[in-house]
Structures are given as C-alpha cells and as structure tokens.
C-alpha cells in the first residue's frame, strides 16, 4: 500500500541559489512527487525567482530531515531527506524549471499527463534556482507518495 509523506524545510535568511530538499528514494522503492512548493515572506515587491524539480547524479551535503508521515500511524519513510544543502547536487535531468514571483511563491502539482516518478534510490531534488535581491525568509515543502 503506497503511503504519502511531506518533507518540511524553513531558513530564516536566504539569498542565493541552492538546493533546498534533496530526497533519495529507498531501496526496491519508487517515489510519485505529489507537490513541490516554495514561499518566501521577506520579499514585498515584484520579483522573479527560478524554481527547479531535478534528478540528482550525486547527493551534495546537508542537514538531515524526517519525512512526516501524512497517516499518524505510517511506518517510516524508508529513504532519505536531507535539507538546506551546502554542497549542492550534480543536475541529472531537470524535470521542471520555471521562473515565478516572489509575491506568489513557487507550486508544482502533477496533472494526468505530467507527474514525476522515481525509481529505488534515485534523486530528487527541489532548488531555488535564482539569487534573490535581498535576503529573505523561505519555506519550502516536497510531498511525496512511497510505492513498493
């Protein structure tokens, strides 16, 4: 039975490009990407930012993350996430890339025909894919549906 958990991520000031959400599907597991979000709220006059959704080659560095469950009583997610990457990832394929407001935040939604699937133990990644004029507070969420 797939179970779905979303991957949290907030930093209370950001300037530069970075990978925000790095999740690595678990063995003998694939992964659907629900929804990929970001939003800043430090930022008050109209500005664009590049959002990207990418399958990694390599891992990059940084702070460990739970996957929360989104049922209490769900096992564990069975890969792994990581946030707020200070080494970034090597950029496999890029899925998604798209240019959006600072006022009205970045939000990836799969429709019928465009929907994101990864196979056991590959990448992906959720990055800010533009420099910001000024530092910002972000937040930014991954939700993800766990088959296998």
């Not at 003998?28 to 930022?43: D, V």
């Not at 564990?76 to 496999?92: E, H, K, P, Q």
Request: net charge negative.
């Amino acid at each position: 039975m797939p179970r779905t958990y979303t991957v949290p991520f907030e930093i209370g000031s950001i300037q530069n490009a970075q990978d925000l959400i790095r999740i690595t599907a678990g063995t003998n597991k694939s992964l659907e990407l629900l929804e990929a979000r970001i939003t800043q709220r430090g930022i008050n006059t109209q500005e664009q930012f590049g959002a990207q959704i990418h399958i990694a080659s390599t891992a990059g560095t940084g702070t460990g993350v739970a996957a929360r469950p989104n049922v209490e009583s769900d096992i564990a997610f069975s890969g792994t996430c990581i946030n707020n990457l200070t080494v970034d990832t090597t950029v496999d394929e890029t899925k998604w890339l798209e240019n959006q407001s600072a006022l009205n935040g970045f939000l990836w939604v799969p429709t019928p025909d465009i929907y994101i699937e990864i196979a056991g133990t590959e990448i992906i990644v959720l990055r800010l894919d533009s420099n910001f004029s000024t530092t910002t507070a972000l937040t930014a969420t991954m939700v993800i549906k766990e088959y296998g």
